[in-house]
């Protein structure tokens, strides 16, 4: 981890203790923290954060301490939590952190691990604390946990602090003995350590009190700190007696820690209990009397300030007391302190917190305020959440809150649930258009026609019915009115896997319909929404062009696409464009192109306005170094057989068919296959089933199966041959050749019904063929480093056959000058024919006129 993560320690001063130094507890750690992760497993009252807390105290070693809370189960608001942790130490840190969302998958956790990747210092010893782990149950939080801690540096040991086992798998690391374990029993006060807290107390009970007081307690530490209070209180030990500890511990707290308080704290502290983890900014903001907030160092280690958190620590059983009472504050009390904490939060990056918090005062206005700020399309959690809120809302809320409605229709979207969404503002149009007559109805209505609008088009894929476009025009008139202008990011929008949303099967004509459809709409959800889906209709122009193999047209389309997406910010048309743009110079043999176009995939991963950016550019090349054999390049998320995914599930086409080429590159041809029978709905559109198909033949030919490989090959090619789309054919390159070279001698041979005729299977073949070298001799540039210098891409030996090939050589006469066989003559003619992405000799021989080889 990077260095500037830990600068939030700060030694407490000498001399000030609210605790008890055990040295037995210190030695088992410092034994412990030699191992990369710790596990300190005890109930509640068992002094648990106060022994880690006081050893790394002593360690004098950088630490961050990461307070969990059940709140923390919903991934923004841990990774809010895990940032603000962050922030305390290092805001330079913290704001990288925030353009990230939070890494629920293995593409956005590799992302996250390059921050402490490029600053870590090997020598220096790290010390990560997850406090009350045992509050957190959502599984990809505790992925994020147990991946950081198993993929950690040697010189960092995070500690488990929990009640109850961490839902984590730690087998393996057990298995190696790289785990330490911190027991219930290993926490326990000894009966030395016992007097030792007294004394330090100055506290002097009789032997047989202390005996007693031992046998009651057994060692645990709240209840031994308890005692020493109600010690304190009544001199002597004369009031100690065992059933006060064992009867009720709230009634301790009241007699004991309680009673000694002025009115105005005791209210103070109930107030606290209505806060999360409350911060010394909110803290004064909610005390208001400096001699109140100055009182709380009377109560001792049951409230103190924590420096690593930047908060003050309610110890929990304390908090469940203060909790009980909150029956004495009134509602305007309540309401106050509920305003400033939500202020608080949103000011400081804690929006989830600071939308509870809104909801508890009603304030509807502030929920949506602090909504504003976040993504257009929410995160299926965050969307879920924000739901909730809604639908605990007084019915009054849209009609006096009358933005709530986008909120709440955005949060429908988000979730998939579009009929629903549709029939709710089909219903509340009527009323909205009933409002009076401001800037505000007529933004409402813009989004209410863009939404309209956005699930006619998702749908149209299943109701060929385009009316949608009148949902669109009325956006724009709308947006007119109400003198509006959208910025990034909400402007952008979210591609799916394909921008030729029609289903298979479909003919020519109808894919030249819905593009068609897509032109007219464009002008009007730009005009509306600040550009959106400016750039789209070139887009799917290029896209049919490219799967018809029109290179030329389809790069003409795609290069007007990319300039119109720049120009309004629409950085998802950018990053499709570019990828078939990166997928033509590749089938080209351009390397210069393609190297271009891996600068320009590059440079977007500092949009900050594109949440995707960094998922994308690894989708994107990672199939380039798939293609390429450069497999050592490609993102580990795409490795991994980790399943989440942070893409909304229309655009997951992409992400599992890159996945699924992986798999095949790496000779798991089951695993391929499973990942293309979950594409989903992805696989309902003609272009996406055509490349399944494909791979699909791919893989059960590597696994011997050639009549289930024949099938799917029929299949792709009686899907494509309507419209002509046959570049997924073609980019398989060797692989289809072979396969189509063997699907031809079955027929041929009468195996097999000619479902695919033989100048098809011929086309398909001679294409993969071609492609086949062509990528053979990118390849060889790739790996060689030496793309740019053509030259240097033949051998001695291979100029030396070439030139004579030139010179109009048989092979007899080549070998007997350069003193090699004719066979030896062959093979390096083969080499040449592939390095130079050649069919033949003439072809050859043209080429390197052209490159200057031969000069």
Avoid at 210 to 223: K, L, M, N, Q, R
Avoid at 242 to 268: C, D, G, T, Y
Wanted: net charge negative.
């Amino acid at each position: 981890m990077p260095e500037e993560f830990f600068y939030g320690y700060t030694p407490i001063a000498a001399g000030y203790q609210d605790y008890l130094d055990r040295p037995r507890i210190n030695s088992l750690l410092e034994k412990a923290v030699l191992c990369p992760i710790v596990s300190v497993v005890a109930g509640a009252g068992y002094g648990k954060t106060w022994a880690l807390y006081s050893f790394v105290r002593e360690y004098n070693v950088r630490t961050a301490w990461i307070q969990c809370s059940e709140q923390d189960n919903m991934e923004e608001r841990f990774w809010e939590n895990f940032i603000s942790a962050i922030s305390i130490i290092s805001s330079e840190t913290a704001q990288k952190l925030r353009q990230m969302n939070f890494p629920a998958t293995d593409r956005q956790f590799e992302r996250y691990l390059t921050i402490p990747r490029k600053n870590a210092i090997p020598n220096k010893k790290y010390i990560i604390v997850y406090d009350d782990l045992h509050l957190i149950t959502e599984k990809t939080v505790l992925h994020f946990i147990e991946q950081s801690v198993i993929r950690s540096f040697l010189n960092i040991t995070f500690v488990m602090i929990s009640r109850t086992e961490p839902q984590l798998d730690f087998t393996k690391i057990e298995e190696k003995k790289l785990l330490a374990r911190i027991t219930e029993d290993d926490l326990r006060f000894s009966r030395n350590e016992m007097d030792s807290y007294f004394r330090l107390q100055q506290l002097s009970p009789a032997p047989q009190t202390a005996s007693a007081i031992y046998h009651d307690t057994e060692g645990w530490a709240f209840a031994v700190h308890l005692a020493a209070l109600a010690l304190r209180n009544h001199p002597a030990g004369q009031a100690y007696a065992a059933w006060a500890l064992r009867s009720n511990v709230f009634k301790l707290i009241e007699s004991e820690i309680m009673a000694p308080l002025s009115p105005e704290m005791r209210r103070f502290l109930i107030k606290l209990s209505l806060v999360d983890d409350p911060n010394p900014e909110l803290v004064r903001e909610i005390g208001q009397d400096a001699a109140i907030i100055n009182e709380i160092a009377k109560i001792g280690s049951f409230i103190h300030f924590d420096s690593y958190l930047n908060s003050y620590r309610i110890h929990k059983l304390f908090m469940d007391y203060l909790r009980e009472q909150q029956d004495e504050l009134s509602d305007e009390e309540k309401k106050e302190v509920w305003t400033k904490t939500a202020a608080w939060c949103a000011a400081n990056n804690r929006k989830m917190d600071a939308i509870l918090n809104y909801e508890k005062t009603g304030d509807y206005d502030g929920i949506v305020n602090t909504l504003y700020t976040l993504p257009q399309i929410f995160p299926q959690r965050m969307a879920a959440f924000v739901l909730d809120i809604m639908d605990r809302a007084p019915e009054t809320i849209f009609r006096d809150f009358p933005k709530t409605l986008i909120m709440r229709y955005r949060t429908l979207t988000s979730l998939g649930r579009f009929d629903q969404c549709r029939d709710e503002i089909l219903e509340k149009l009527p009323s909205i258009r009933a409002l009076g007559e401001s800037p505000e109805k007529h933004y409402i209505l813009m989004v209410c026609y863009m939404i309209l609008g956005f699930i006619g088009f998702i749908r149209s894929i299943h109701t060929r019915r385009y009316d949608f476009i009148d949902y669109f025009r009325e956006a724009a008139v709308e947006g007119r009115l109400s003198e509006h202008v959208t910025p990034p990011p909400v402007n952008g929008m979210t591609l799916s896997a394909y921008a030729c949303r029609v289903m298979a099967p479909a003919s020519g004509k109808e894919i030249e319909e819905f593009i068609e459809v897509i032109g007219e709409t464009v002008p009007y959800s730009a005009e509306a929404m600040g550009g959106c889906q400016y750039g789209m209709y070139e887009l799917a122009r290029g896209e049919l062009a490219f799967f018809r193999s029109e290179l030329d047209e389809s790069e003409k389309q795609l290069l007007e696409s990319l300039a119109k997406a720049r120009e309004k910010q629409q950085y998802e048309i950018e990053n499709r464009a570019l990828f078939y743009l990166l997928r033509i110079y590749l089938s080209r043999g351009n390397a210069k192109g393609t190297e271009s176009v891996l600068t320009q995939l590059e440079a977007e991963l500092e949009e900050t306005f594109f949440p995707n950016r960094h998922s994308y550019y690894d989708i994107v090349t990672g199939w380039y170094y798939i293609q390429t054999g450069r497999k050592e390049k490609i993102a580990p998320w795409i490795k991994s057989d980790y399943k989440e995914s942070d893409l909304n599930s229309g655009a997951q086409g992409l992400e599992k068919l890159v996945k699924a080429k992986y798999y095949i590159s790496e000779k798991r041809y089951p695993a391929a296959l499973a990942v293309m029978e979950s594409r989903g709905n992805t696989e309902s559109l003609l272009m996406g089933n055509i490349e399944t198909k494909v791979l699909e033949a791919i893989c059960h030919y590597r696994l011997s199966d050639r009549e289930r490989a024949f099938t799917a090959l029929t299949e792709a090619c009686t899907l494509a041959a309507p419209a002509g789309l046959f570049m997924p054919f073609t980019e398989q390159g060797k692989d289809m050749r072979a396969l189509a070279e063997a699907l031809v001698r079955e027929t041929a041979a009468g195996d097999k019904v000619p479902e695919v005729s033989p100048e098809r299977l011929e086309e398909i073949r001679r294409n993969a063929a071609i492609y086949a070298k062509k990528l053979y001799r990118q390849t060889e540039q790739a790996m060689s480093g030496k793309g740019h210098k053509e030259g240097g891409l033949l051998s001695h030996r291979e100029r030396e056959v070439l030139v004579g090939l030139s010179q109009g050589l048989t092979r007899e006469e080549i070998a007997n000058a350069a003193s090699i066989s004719p066979n030896t003559v062959k093979s390096v003619t083969r080499s040449i024919y592939n390095k130079l992405g050649a069919l033949n000799q003439a072809d050859a021989v043209r080429i390197a006129a052209e490159k200057n080889i031969l000069s």
